[in-house]
């Protein structure tokens, strides 16, 4: 129960108010925070204390309207949470900002009576990574308490890199200045117990283990489908695109927990290690270039910071066989985008012939099971009779009362385990693979579809 200093770089950011400060008050609330704590919101814009405790304040509200608590209890809450939260103005640019900071962190290490645990958060674009990381290093802020008391961890969100030579630059920046336990990658899907339990149920479940291998399973599906736009997001999103954005980290993710001979004994380290393994055998994995989509939904162009005349996807469909392995021939279809008709995640398992499973009290022969994971939690299995029968996810396993996705973030980097984070080797091997398809995918023309249209209506 260490005391513990949060630093959130890029705090005024849509992240920070929509998803990490009400992370943060919900483990607050759930009591899942040390006793003695503080946040230090870091960004440019200028405000006192009060005024950002306001700014933030509405985001969590908005994250509670489904709670049940009692309105003036939970004001009350986030009163006291709040009390808990200060703000630093600085730019990322100038070391000067980062000597106000360690003033800032010293002053609250005073007032917490003791060197506290530094955990810093780059919620930011991350065209601005290298430029912290060598900040944080020249004003050594990444060092820990001068007695050794204190420890110090960084969060760093993706994606890591745009492509695999920046990728490793980045990770060789990282590696420079913090030891590898004391990095955490942040994606988020990974940090999603639904998701992380679904796709890991095959090394549970003994009707699932049993068909879980190449002679049963013939294709995996994965879509990831989102019905918002880039508004907001623009300037970033125009640099990166739909591949980038989900295909390289959230979907290969999932994939690799799907793929990965990870028995539930292994430790973190060695679990991470057999995701990275199943990433690597995508490295030469045949993509099939005469079904590869790319396409933009109409309007992108107008939205702030897009470029005039960008090519930049937000869509993409890519089909790809994989060439090595104990899942050489398995083939592999990815499809996400924005501006669709529907926001939904799901993963599907297309067997080569029926199989037998018990997952409803009955047995039943499956051609297809799909694993839905939003917007709800649910498997869905296709019967070789043509019908499709619902198992509820609460009969596969109860969901536990605790951190779930950002709070799980934060509740982990607290302590040792970095089971729900990334290796330096997974980041590395996905680009390899990504830096392939962004290469054949550009060789095919860019169509445009309207907002709202359905997946399969963009041919």
């Avoid at 969590?60 to 986030?78: M, T, W």
């Avoid at 001068?146 to 890591?160: A, C, F, Q, V, W």
Wanted: proline residues 3%; negative net charge; contains cysteine.
């Amino acid at each position: 129960n260490y005391p513990v200093t949060f630093v959130i770089f890029g705090a005024t950011g849509d992240l920070s108010e929509k998803k990490l400060f009400p992370a943060l008050f919900g483990l607050y609330k759930k009591k899942l925070l040390p006793q003695h704590f503080k946040i230090v919101g870091f960004a440019r814009r200028p405000f006192t204390d009060e005024a950002f405790r306001e700014l933030i304040k509405p985001g969590i509200l908005n994250a509670e309207k489904k709670s049940n608590d009692e309105q003036d209890e939970l004001q009350a809450s986030i009163t006291q949470f709040l009390e808990k939260v200060t703000y630093h103005q600085g730019t990322f640019e100038e070391i000067k900002s980062y000597i106000g900071l360690i003033n800032r962190l010293g002053d609250i290490d005073k007032e917490l009576g003791a060197c506290s645990h530094k955990i810093f958060h780059l919620a930011l674009s991350p065209f601005y990574y290298e430029t912290v990381l060598k900040n944080l290093e020249a004003s050594a802020l990444n060092l820990s308490c001068t007695d050794g008391s204190g420890l110090t961890r960084l969060l760093i969100e993706k994606p890591i890199g745009t492509d695999l030579v920046s990728a490793k630059k980045i990770n060789a920046l990282l590696s420079d200045i913090f030891k590898e336990e004391q990095i955490f990658r942040v994606d988020h899907y990974l940090a999603k117990n639904a998701l992380y339990r679904l796709l890991t149920l095959h090394f549970f479940d003994p009707a699932l283990r049993t068909v879980w291998n190449l002679e049963q399973i013939e294709e995996i599906q994965l879509s990831l489908y989102e019905q918002a736009t880039a508004e907001g997001r623009g300037a970033f999103y125009d640099k990166v695109g739909a591949i980038r954005d989900v295909g390289q980290n959230h979907m290969l993710e999932m994939l690799a927990l799907m793929l990965a001979d990870k028995p539930p004994e292994e430790n973190d380290r060695e679990k991470r290690a057999y995701r990275a393994q199943a990433l690597k055998l995508l490295e030469s994995a045949q993509i099939d270039t005469k079904n590869l989509k790319r396409a933009q939904y109409e309007g992108y162009l107008k939205t702030e910071g897009v470029a005039e005349h960008s090519q930049t996807e937000t869509f993409f469909r890519a089909n790809f066989e994989i060439e090595q392995g104990a899942w050489r021939g398995l083939r592999v279809a990815m499809e996400a985008g924005k501006g669709l008709k529907e926001s939904a995640v799901t993963a599907s398992v297309i067997f080569k012939k029926p199989v037998s499973l018990t997952m409803n009290g009955s047995s039943e022969e499956v051609k297809m099971l799909t694993f839905h994971i939003q917007p709800d939690i649910f498997i869905e299995l296709t019967l070789s009779s043509g019908g499709k029968e619902k198992v509820p996810y609460e009969k596969i396993e109860q969901l536990r009362h605790a951190a779930d996705n950002y709070e799980l973030v934060y509740f982990e980097s607290l302590g040792d385990n970095q089971e729900r984070f990334v290796s330096k080797d997974e980041v590395e091997a996905s680009w390899v693979f990504i830096d392939r398809l962004i290469a054949e995918i550009k060789k095919i023309p860019l169509v445009v579809y309207e907002i709202g249209s359905e997946p399969s209506s963009i041919a």
